[in-house]
């Protein structure tokens, strides 16, 4: 059974860091482009960051120089470290699985980060 699960999520203040996780259990995610997405209140879903199967990394232009991909493919997880948070960064964060970046074939259940004073 493919599943994607996300963690790290929480309450930071603007300024702070977290890490997320999607650990990927089913399939090997190395050969998959995992993207992390975000969904504000009344907002529609939008791409965030992405590693591809080849570790390329795409990020939006609003998280740039903040946020970084990375896989641990011994630990089938693929991370989004999260620096100088901004409140405008409080979202529900997914990842999802597909053959191409932004792509989404699987999707996890989602973690909220709350970045607030």
């Known amino acids: 059974q493919v599943q994607l699960v996300e963690s790290g999520g929480g309450l930071v203040h603007p300024g702070g860091s977290l890490r997320l996780s999607c650990a990927a259990s089913g399939f090997a995610p190395e050969h998959y482009a995992i993207s992390w997405f975000r969904q504000a209140p009344g907002k529609e879903r939008a791409g965030v960051a992405c590693i591809s199967f080849s570790d390329n990394r795409y990020y939006a232009d609003s998280v740039k120089g903040r946020f970084t991909v990375s896989r641990d493919n011994a630990k089938n997880t693929v991370y989004l470290q999260m620096n100088s948070l901004k409140p405008e960064d409080t979202a529900v964060y997914y990842c999802?699985?597909?053959?191409?970046?932004?792509?989404?074939?699987?999707w996890g259940q989602g973690t909220q980060v709350t970045v607030s004073s």
């Open positions: 999802a699985a597909a053959e191409v970046c932004w792509g989404s074939d699987y």
